[in-house]
Nanobody
Framework: QVQLVESGEGLVQAGESLRLSCDIHGSDISFDAMGWYREYPEGRRELVAVMKRDGSKKYGQSVEGRVAIQGDSAKNTVSMQMDNMVPEDSAVYAC????????????????WGPGIQVTVSS
Protein backbone atom coordinates (compact mmCIF):
# COMPACT_ATOMS: atom_id res chain seq x y z
CA GLN A 1 0.00 0.00 0.00
CA VAL A 2 1.38 3.38 -1.01
CA GLN A 3 1.73 5.88 1.82
CA LEU A 4 3.18 9.33 2.18
CA VAL A 5 5.23 9.71 5.35
CA GLU A 6 5.65 13.31 6.51
CA SER A 7 8.13 14.63 9.04
CA GLY A 8 9.04 17.96 10.54
CA GLU A 9 8.55 20.17 13.55
CA GLY A 10 5.09 21.66 13.69
CA LEU A 11 5.75 24.41 16.25
CA VAL A 12 7.76 27.32 14.90
CA GLN A 13 8.64 30.72 16.32
CA ALA A 14 7.87 33.78 14.23
CA GLY A 15 10.87 34.71 12.13
CA GLU A 16 12.28 31.21 12.12
CA SER A 17 12.21 28.60 9.36
CA LEU A 18 9.90 25.66 8.78
CA ARG A 19 11.43 22.45 7.47
CA LEU A 20 9.27 19.56 6.29
CA SER A 21 10.08 16.33 4.51
CA CYS A 22 7.96 13.73 2.77
CA ASP A 23 8.77 10.22 1.57
CA ILE A 24 6.76 7.79 -0.53
CA HIS A 25 6.57 4.32 0.96
CA GLY A 26 5.31 1.30 -0.94
CA SER A 27 6.06 2.40 -4.51
CA ASP A 28 9.10 1.81 -6.68
CA ILE A 29 7.73 4.11 -9.40
CA SER A 30 9.10 7.66 -9.41
CA PHE A 31 6.59 10.40 -8.77
CA ASP A 32 5.37 12.65 -11.57
CA ALA A 33 4.93 15.52 -9.12
CA MET A 34 5.33 15.88 -5.38
CA GLY A 35 5.04 18.74 -2.98
CA TRP A 36 3.24 20.55 -0.21
CA TYR A 37 -0.10 22.27 0.16
CA ARG A 38 -1.55 23.97 3.21
CA GLU A 39 -5.13 24.05 4.40
CA TYR A 40 -6.70 26.62 6.68
CA PRO A 41 -9.47 25.97 9.24
CA GLU A 42 -12.12 27.40 6.90
CA GLY A 43 -11.20 24.76 4.33
CA ARG A 44 -9.20 26.89 1.93
CA ARG A 45 -6.27 24.99 0.42
CA GLU A 46 -3.36 26.56 -1.38
CA LEU A 47 -0.18 25.46 -3.05
CA VAL A 48 3.05 25.93 -1.12
CA ALA A 49 5.62 24.21 -3.34
CA VAL A 50 5.68 21.36 -5.84
CA MET A 51 8.45 19.65 -7.74
CA LYS A 52 8.05 17.61 -10.91
CA ARG A 53 10.04 14.59 -12.01
CA ASP A 54 11.97 16.69 -14.51
CA GLY A 55 13.18 18.88 -11.66
CA SER A 56 11.00 21.87 -12.43
CA LYS A 57 9.47 23.65 -9.43
CA LYS A 58 6.44 25.79 -8.75
CA TYR A 59 5.71 27.91 -5.72
CA GLY A 60 2.53 29.42 -4.35
CA GLN A 61 2.16 33.15 -4.91
CA SER A 62 1.65 33.89 -1.23
CA VAL A 63 4.93 32.25 -0.21
CA GLU A 64 7.14 32.69 -3.26
CA GLY A 65 10.49 34.18 -2.36
CA ARG A 66 10.78 32.61 1.05
CA VAL A 67 10.18 28.92 0.27
CA ALA A 68 12.37 26.35 -1.47
CA ILE A 69 11.70 22.73 -2.35
CA GLN A 70 14.19 20.07 -3.31
CA GLY A 71 13.94 16.37 -3.84
CA ASP A 72 14.88 13.23 -5.67
CA SER A 73 12.32 11.49 -7.85
CA ALA A 74 14.42 8.33 -7.97
CA LYS A 75 14.25 8.15 -4.18
CA ASN A 76 10.67 9.44 -4.03
CA THR A 77 11.42 12.12 -1.48
CA VAL A 78 11.07 15.88 -1.21
CA SER A 79 11.91 18.42 1.46
CA MET A 80 10.83 22.00 1.87
CA GLN A 81 12.09 25.00 3.80
CA MET A 82 10.07 28.16 4.38
CA ASP A 83 11.82 31.12 5.95
CA ASN A 84 10.62 34.08 8.00
CA MET A 85 7.52 32.35 9.26
CA VAL A 86 4.64 34.50 10.51
CA PRO A 87 1.52 33.57 12.49
CA GLU A 88 -0.55 33.76 9.28
CA ASP A 89 1.43 30.77 8.00
CA SER A 90 -0.22 28.60 10.65
CA ALA A 91 -2.14 25.82 8.87
CA VAL A 92 -2.16 22.10 8.22
CA TYR A 93 0.64 21.34 5.76
CA ALA A 94 -0.01 18.19 3.72
CA CYS A 95 2.23 16.34 1.31
CA UNK A 96 0.80 15.40 -2.08
CA UNK A 97 2.23 13.07 -4.71
CA UNK A 98 1.11 12.07 -8.19
CA UNK A 99 2.42 8.55 -8.72
CA UNK A 100 2.07 6.47 -11.90
CA UNK A 101 0.80 2.94 -11.16
CA UNK A 102 3.44 1.48 -13.48
CA UNK A 103 6.23 2.65 -15.77
CA UNK A 104 4.79 4.20 -18.89
CA UNK A 105 1.33 4.76 -17.46
CA UNK A 106 -0.52 7.80 -18.82
CA UNK A 107 -2.41 8.35 -15.59
CA UNK A 108 -1.46 8.73 -11.94
CA UNK A 109 -2.63 8.00 -8.45
CA UNK A 110 -3.14 11.17 -6.42
CA UNK A 111 -1.94 10.52 -2.88
CA TRP A 112 -2.05 12.66 0.27
CA GLY A 113 -0.26 12.45 3.56
CA PRO A 114 -2.11 12.89 6.85
CA GLY A 115 -0.83 16.47 7.26
CA ILE A 116 1.19 18.27 9.90
CA GLN A 117 -0.35 21.03 11.99
CA VAL A 118 2.06 23.95 11.83
CA THR A 119 1.62 26.67 14.41
CA VAL A 120 3.67 29.83 14.31
CA SER A 121 3.91 31.57 17.66
CA SER A 122 4.69 35.26 17.93
Amino acid sequence: QVQLVESGEGLVQAGESLRLSCDIHGSDISFDAMGWYREYPEGRRELVAVMKRDGSKKYGQSVEGRVAIQGDSAKNTVSMQMDNMVPEDSAVYACNAEIPPYVGATWVHDRWGPGIQVTVSS
